[in-house]
Nanobody
């Protein structure tokens, strides 16, 4: 069993920044990648970024590359998503994921 709890969403103006957190607990999450996805109403869930606990390798969707940074705090079993230069099209519910497990999501709204 894995528990994933997101936090840090909110309302920000275009060009602003937010940092999302995903606190992971339970089964050995360190063996797997931890991913961020996002979803807007009527659309499929979209991959945003991934981080492999084992060696820190990261991977980003093209639409966020250069603006978002995924990182980890091993001591806190927490993964962060630093989002800079936010755009209105980044508005979505952001979800943390590890294998079959999902967090509850956190809303990010970027106003123009």
């Amino acid at each position: 069993q894995v528990q994933l709890v997101e936090s840090g969403g909110g309302l920000v103006q275009a060009g602003g920044s937010l940092r999302l957190s995903c606190a992971a607990s339970g089964r050995t999450v360190s063996r797997y990648a931890l991913n961020w996805f996002r979803q807007t109403p009527g659309k499929e869930r979209e991959f945003v970024a991934a981080l492999w606990w084992s060696d820190g390798t990261t991977y980003y969707a093209d639409c966020v590359k250069g603006r978002f940074t995924i990182s980890r705090d091993n001591a806190k079993n927490t993964v962060y998503l630093q989002m800079n230069s936010l755009k209105p099209e980044d508005t979505a519910v952001y979800y943390c994921n590890s294998t079959d497990y999902w967090g509850q999501g956190t809303q990010v709204t970027v106003s123009s």
